[in-house]
């Protein structure tokens, strides 16, 4: 049955297969003249289907211009009798998963996928906690081999257009949000900006446009030393975004390199994560969010903030001590300067420690 390949075109026509999904291209200089071209074609396409017994159904079909500024809404005859059925023209055409548009920019594909991501990962935040349920490695396979796979199918196909209408990146933002706060089990007043940096991931724009690269390779259309420098100017273009949010700044001093970051295998738990965003059990981000009286530490030496809590606090001296030792251990000096906690793995397990006993050793809550 693969002769319907061999059915006679025009130069400027074409016809695109895959399993049972027919797609007809057909150009031309005029409306009228590519109207007709594709009423003749569907012609022959059902005499096809005819000889092998099968049929095709026009309330099934999909009719879109991509160029020439036709507006939806006109119809084309299901073939060239006077009784076939007519295909009505619309905004938008799905086509082997992907919604195309015809200004391709892909933003109908994009918000379908944000209404279809939402749910999976809004059901998976029902089932973790900060501390119980699924855990945070669990969330970051669920991620990968399932989420990632459905966001990023046909990125060839439209991560060029989808990818830089503001709109667009901010859609995929939104969708990633859930996932981030799942892996790093923060809390939801930290940036989707900050979240991305902590998890070591791509903002979901650059991991759909990765993806393409990723696409291009395996298809022979750039080299891997050609991807790879890609590669790092997307990092270098998430790095300039990174610092250009006015949000997440302790982040920033916690975790300045994106790249330095992604090249770390860095374990997270709720309370690491608490001091590398700032948010939120600190009495002075409570204060701003009205859940406490006043930002006052308990040890009357101001705010308690992230910074106070790690580099000042008298309750917190004993596991200072401990940390500072550890630093000193792997040559980092104190105080630490921007970055100095993911100097080394050890550096960071000591912070991770920390996080962990300055947060659970309270007598204030």
């Given amino acids: 049955m ?16 895959y399993a049972d999904d027919i797609g007809l291209t057909v150009a031309a200089a005029r409306p009228r003249t590519a109207h007709s071209g594709i009423e003749i074609y569907l012609d022959s396409l059902k005499a096809w289907a005819k000889a092998y017994e099968l049929e095709f159904s026009p309330t099934k079909s999909q009719l879109l211009s991509l160029k020439g ?58 089932m973790t906690s900060a501390n119980w349920g699924m855990g945070r490695a669990a969330a970051k396979v669920i991620y990968e081999v399932v989420f990632l796979p459905r966001i990023t199918y046909a990125a060839e196909i439209w991560a060029e257009g989808g990818c830089t209408l503001k709109k667009s990146i901010a859609a995929l933002g939104s969708m990633q949000r859930e996932p981030l706060r799942a892996i790093t089990s923060s809390y939801k007043t930290a940036s989707t900006n900050c979240l991305s940096v902590v998890a070591g991931v791509l903002p979901l724009d ?23 420098l890609g590669l790092s100017a997307l990092m270098e273009e998430w790095l300039v975004r990174y610092d250009a949010v006015d949000k997440g700044e302790w982040t920033k ?66 596991f200072r ?7 000193t251990e792997e040559g980092v000096a104190w105080p630490p300067e921007s970055g100095a906690f993911l100097s080394t793995r050890k550096t960071y397990e000591a912070l991770k420690r920390f996080s962990k006993n300055s947060l659970q050793n309270r007598t204030d809550r």
């Avoid at 991991?207 to 390779?217: A, G, P, S």
């Avoid at 022979?220 to 030393?225: A, K, L, N, P």
């Avoid at 001590?321 to 630093?327: D, H, P, R, T, Y």
């Fill in 2 to 17: 693969t002769d319907i390949s061999n059915i006679q075109l025009g130069n400027t026509s074409n016809i695109v297969l």
């Fill in 69 to 126: 500024g036709l507006m939806p809404g006109y119809s084309v005859g299901f073939g060239s009798g006077e009784n076939d059925a007519r295909i009505v023209a619309e905004v938008t055409a799905k086509y082997l998963g992907v919604i195309l548009d015809p200004r391709e920019s892909f933003w109908d594909h994009v918000s379908s996928l944000k209404t279809k991501s939402e749910g999976m990962y809004r059901r998976l935040r029902q």
């Fill in 206 to 228: 650059l991991e759909v446009r990765r993806v393409e690269q990723k696409c291009r390779i395996r298809a022979g259309g750039i080299t891997s030393e050609e991807y790879n």
């Fill in 253 to 318: 001093f916690m975790i300045p390199d994106v790249a330095r970051r992604c090249g770390l295998t860095l374990e997270l738990d709720h309370y690491t994560t608490q001091f590398l965003t700032g948010h939120r059990d600190f009495r002075s981000k409570l204060y701003s969010f009205k859940l406490q009286p006043n930002p006052n530490c308990v040890c009357g030496n101001g705010a308690e903030t992230v910074r106070h809590v790690l580099l000042t606090c008298t309750r917190t001296r004993g």
């Fill in 321 to 327: 001590e401990k940390l500072i030792a550890a630093m």
